[in-house]
């Protein structure tokens, strides 16, 4: 295993032991190549392992080629550990705030962000099952771990352990992700820092950390190490948090960071590091007043770049830039064999937008249109994305500027969770459902949702938007009570109360005032 592969999972311990046993076996030698492959997949993150696995079922011979860990970023270093952090974050929060629900905690109570940690690695272990080596072998996909590059029209070489394997195939899928970026900021690579890639190593917490982006990433790390009881210094260039989400959205987000203890320096410019007997110092200008702050350890969270180098793209005439592969509406790369799935080609860096692209590639792929099945088309899939703060933010279709900017003229409308009794029972009424729809009709633009349990209620406006249901059926809809959930229905109702016409207005009257008779 190499040095990169190591560093992603310390400590080393049973649990990092049993992860590394089934995403990348250190006694794994590589399949004989048998003939020709129906699809050989570079890349074993989530788009590479759903376009692997559905071929396979469909019964397509198939290769699947990975240099390092088996799941990718999302089971190793993106959504199953932060994951597994922010739940315990929240547990230590809940437990600072139990009085207001009547339980007084006494003092002493220990915290133990090693045993986060330890409870984080054991639960990505357990998960890492799903997608290991050993699994996708009784599946009928033949894996190979090590470097895939191609080096002819039809043939990928496997640089392995066991040696060199040379590959062909039919169609190709590149699937190889893409990881954190990392700004030029003066003094940064000499301090040293972290990443999604090495924070999740951590077996101590940071008394002080600075995070450098407020993007989803930036945002939920820093939240829960504030709630953890790091001093957190968050710098962003933007103004706010959250810059591409709806700003009333980020504002509710951004004002429960600042209670949790979140120091948060936007419209952040001339950011400098330094490394110091003190610690990382980092002096930055926010709103034109200079800062100079020092902390233990700097987490970056400020983007990802597609990992585009070293697996023979200009061999095989795929074109690619800063932004990834270059592919059209059915993930067609400029070489008409080869296709692309995931956050090589994506603007939807998310592992849901993977698992989607992958099911396109795998029908045009293997399923052309000359066999009459038609081919699928990026351009149609409706995206939802959460941020996973407390409150979450999650949203799906258009922002109410991007449907005008489109000449899409909309009518919005939003309810408030505290009028909402769950979440009044709940504690927790902060937020609100916004939904965007088309004028004239009652087809939903987009919504989103600020709540604690925002990327669970999304789901119900993608499914609507998917279905072209229409705000219609879901204030036709029964939801139970009492449940946060009821917003959706409750911001839909409005709509649906604005456009009582006076006619029927003035209809219902008469028929009431002749009921009373």
Not at 235 to 243: A, N, Q, V
Not at 310 to 334: A, C, F, M, P, S
Request: aromatic share 6%; charged share 20%; proline share 5%.
């Amino acid at each position: 295993m190499s040095r990169h592969e190591n560093s992603l999972m310390l400590p080393d311990d049973e649990h990092n032991r049993k992860l590394i046993e089934n995403v990348h076996p250190s006694n794994w030698v590589n399949p004989e190549p048998a003939g020709r492959y129906n699809m050989v997949v570079i890349g074993a993150g989530t788009a590479g392992l759903i376009t692997a696995v559905i071929a396979a079922n469909l019964g397509a011979k198939v290769a699947l080629v990975e240099k390092h860990l088996m799941g990718g970023d999302c089971l190793n270093v993106g959504c199953v550990p932060s994951k597994g952090l922010i739940r315990a974050a929240r547990a230590w929060a809940d437990l600072r705030n139990a009085e207001e629900f009547g339980l007084h905690i006494p003092p002493g109570v220990k915290y133990d962000f090693g045993a986060v940690m330890t409870r984080m690695r054991k639960l990505r272990a357990q998960i890492s099952h799903t997608d290991s080596v050993h699994r996708y072998t009784t599946l009928g996909v033949d894996v190979y771990i090590g470097n895939g590059r191609f080096i002819g029209g039809d043939t990928i070489q496997v640089e392995g352990p066991s040696g060199h394997r040379t590959l062909t195939f039919a169609k190709a899928a590149v699937c190889t992700g893409a990881r954190a970026s990392v700004p030029p900021t003066p003094g940064l690579k000499e301090a040293g820092y972290l990443t999604n890639e090495t924070v999740f190593s951590l077996t101590e917490l940071p008394p002080r950390i600075g995070v450098i982006g407020a993007g989803p990433i930036g945002c939920e790390l820093a939240q829960a190490f504030a709630r953890f009881g790091s001093q957190v210094s968050l710098i962003e260039t933007s103004h706010g948090i959250m810059p591409m989400e709806d700003r009333d959205a980020a504002d509710i987000v951004e004002q429960q960071m600042l209670r949790d203890g979140v120091k948060l320096l936007c419209c952040g410019k001339d950011l400098k590091v330094q490394k110091t007997e003190a610690g990382k110092r980092l002096t930055v200008d926010s709103h034109g007043q200079p800062y100079d702050v020092t902390v233990d350890e700097i987490l970056v969270g400020v983007g990802r770049t597609p990992n585009v180098e070293g697996i023979g793209l200009d061999k095989v005439g795929v074109e690619y830039d800063k932004n990834g592969v270059t592919v059209n509406e059915r993930l067609q790369t400029t070489n008409p064999k080869i296709f692309a799935a995931g956050d090589i080609c994506s603007r939807y860096k998310f592992t849901h937008a993977a698992d989607a692209m992958a099911q396109i590639v795998i029908q045009n792929a293997l399923f052309p249109h000359p066999f009459g099945f038609g081919y699928a088309s990026v351009e149609s899939l409706i995206m939802p994305w959460c941020t996973f703060t407390e409150p979450e933010v999650a949203h799906v279709g258009l922002y109410e500027k991007d449907a005008r900017e489109k000449g899409i003229e909309v009518e919005t409308y939003t309810y408030k969770l505290n009028e909402v009794d769950r979440a009044i029972l709940d504690g927790e009424d902060e937020g609100f459902a916004r939904v965007h729809i088309q004028k004239g009709t009652d087809k939903i633009i987009g919504a989103t949702i600020v709540a604690a349990h925002a990327g669970d209620m999304i789901g119900e406006f993608s499914v609507a938007m998917k279905a072209s249901a229409g705000a219609k059926a879901i204030a036709g809809t029964i939801h139970p009570y009492p449940t946060q959930a009821e917003v959706n229905k409750k911001v839909v109702n409005l709509w649906r109360k604005a456009h009582f016409t006076p006619r029927t207005k003035n209809l219902l009257m008469k028929v009431f005032t002749w009921m009373r008779r």
